[in-house]
């Protein structure tokens, strides 16, 4: 009978106490006072923000080319020469962008019959329309600059469409054509500015 009574009070004791876990976390819960979770939006210190790059949305359909070591390494000297001139990561997405559709980021000489005119470098720039001599104008940091000079004189550049603010500066045959390299461009930035 001991045993009986004793399985018996531990069994109660032991619902009891399972009973005060089950209960007591809820009852204490209720009793404290609610407090509002904030989402905290996560921002990655080290890239740029989009809403910088790309102010108006891309225009058009895009294209993208696989760039290989040289044609990245022609992407950071603009970025660095941007970054020189004290311009923002926009200046260097219409820099990059224009680039894309005049060179495809290449640092081109002169092409024989190929070549439109006397246009050189990654942003296809005449020495014969006082861009500079062949030799600045095939240095990508002279030529970012010279864009970007460009660029700073043509007012409100900063909330242009990136297709007619590299137009005003480039003066192209085909002025819609730098709208397509938007993405790209600002993808690249977004990866390199703060390397």
Known sequence: MNTII???VLGIAGLAFAGGLAAGPLNHHDAT???ALTPVAAVQADKPDAGKLIPHGVQGTQSRIDLNDEQTANAKAIIAATKKAGLPERAAVISIATSLQESKLENLGHLGEKNDHDSLGLFQQRPSSGWGTPEQITDPEYATLAFEKGLKQVDGWQDMPLTQAAQTVQVSAYPDAYAQWEQQAADIV????NN
């Open 6 to 8: 004793r399985k018996s």
């Open 33 to 35: 006072p609610a407090t």
């Open 190 to 193: 977004a990866q390199h500015w």
